[in-house]
């Protein structure tokens, strides 16, 4: 991997990690200075490895970095004079070590206690979501717009006062009282699905796939399933739902970056250890006697797991549909059991229920539609596509819409 490469990557893959541990130590009313601090790192490594070439560790040499700028900034800033203990502080004024703790493990709970923090019951519920997107998942404010189908102005603001509540609560970087772990893992949950949605589909940049971002949601939840005190029922069932998921990425774009309908993947592309995964962790997740909307997801994509297109299939997927859409009603999944309705009974059948949704904002909607009229009116069919490339927000998904009624034309 060149540098060109590389930087991104280590940036990515290390500034949470950096920045949560930083903000541990200094504390979350500072956590634009340590989030500061962590940008200035790579900032060096992209000054300095260009004349001096890339480090032969340069992980390390990134967390070396990082403990210097953090205790330059304690040393020199009496901002943190009530945050940093009075023996630190006369430490550092007598130019002893202040340990910045960048192990493994600390690294690893920074992240967790990181995590819980910005879902503080304090904060309202969107508010934490966003907060922990920004923070500790890297989302831009363009993606969390789109995440909450809402524009960046209000995103800016709701970030804004979550952040000031943190300050006037004080809230600690720590794990919360066992009794309130699971009301705040739900939130937790929440952010990390909607991290693994947006890498999967995203509407905000032209990429057919952000491996990467789906890469990092499923990290983030193997940590809750390391750890004893959050690995719940729901938390493996959602890592469950993830490696089903993520185990066809291969056979989801083809070699122009185009994407591939489930319908004409290449199955033997299918990666089977994650598959695997998913059937563990989806046996983990049935210790408990609570159903969550992440099993109901989690069965439906094990289902998407075999190939085979027979109705026995389709009438399950339609079942966890409806059941789903009891636990949790959602527009889109409403849209996306219409889809395995036409497979289980009729084409004409799902039309009606889809039309019913009136999802007239939505380019699925139309998306759908067009489909299930191709083999039964190919003018509405194609009015549908034609609808859909108005609405659709990337390039990549007009280009795949617009091949769609190219094929219909041919007829």
């Known amino acids: 991997m060149n540098q060109q490469e590389l930087i991104p990557h280590l940036f990515r893959t290390e500034f949470r990690k950096i920045a949560a541990v930083i903000c541990k130590f ?3 009313e500072h956590i634009e ?7 200035e790192t790579f900032l060096s490594a992209l000054e300095i490895w260009s004349y001096k070439g890339v480090p032969e560790n340069p992980v390390a040499w990134l967390y070396t970095v990082a403990k210097n700028k953090a205790r330059n900034q304690i040393t020199r800033n009496q901002l943190f004079s009530k945050k940093i203990a009075p023996e630190i502080k006369h430490s550092a004024s007598k130019n002893t070590e202040i340990e910045i703790d960048l192990s493994e493990k600390n690294i690893t709970d920074s992240q967790l206690q990181m995590l819980f923090a910005l879902c503080h019951p304090a904060i309202p519920v969107e ?3 966003g907060l922990s997107l920004r923070i500790l998942c890297g989302f831009g404010i363009d993606e969390i717009a789109n995440a909450f189908l809402t524009n960046k102005e209000t995103i800016n603001k709701r970030l804004f006062r979550a952040k000031e509540k943190l300050r006037t609560e004080k809230v600690q970087i720590a794990f919360p009282h066992t009794s309130e772990i699971s009301n705040r893992l739900k939130t937790v ?10 890498g999967y589909y995203s509407e905000t940049r ?10 990092e949601a499923m990290r983030l939840t193997h940590l809750l399933v390391e ?18 998921h993520s ?5 989801r774009k083809n070699e122009r970056g185009e994407i591939v309908l489930y319908q004409d993947q290449d199955e033997t592309l299918w990666n089977q250890e994650l598959i695997a995964n998913g059937v563990y962790y989806l046996h983990q997740s049935s210790r408990g006697n609570k159903i969550s909307k992440y099993h109901i997801e989690a069965n439906i994509a094990y289902w ?3 190939k085979a297109d027979t109705k026995e299939k389709w009438e399950n997927i339609l079942q966890l549909y409806n059941h789903l859409l009891q636990i949790e009603y959602s527009p889109i999944a409403a849209l996306n059991r219409t889809y395995a309705l036409s497979k289980a009974n009729s084409k004409e059948e799902a039309i009606t229920e889809a039309e019913k949704l009136k999802l007239e904002g939505n380019h699925f909607y139309f998306t759908l539609l067009g489909e299930l009229y191709a083999d039964i009116d190919i003018k509405k069919a194609i009015h549908n596509f034609e609808r859909a490339i108005d609405l659709a927000k990337t390039q990549t998904d007009k280009l795949f819409i617009q091949k769609k009624i190219n094929k219909l034309k041919e007829y």
Not at 189 to 198: A, G, K, R, S, V
Not at 229 to 244: D, G, H, K, R
Not at 247 to 251: H, L
């Open 33 to 39: 200075l340590a989030e500061d601090i962590a940008s």
């Open 189 to 198: 949950l929440t952010t990390l699905y909607l991290l693994f949605n947006e």
């Open 206 to 215: 032209d990429d057919v796939l952000r491996e990467d971002l789906c890469l």
């Open 227 to 244: 750890n004893g005190q959050t690995n719940s029922p729901e938390v493996n069932a959602l890592l469950s739902l993830m490696c089903f």
């Open 304 to 306: 998407h797991t075999i």
């Open 26 to 28: 200094l504390g979350i």
């Open 247 to 251: 185990s066809r990425f291969p056979a």
């Open 127 to 129: 508010g934490q979501i």
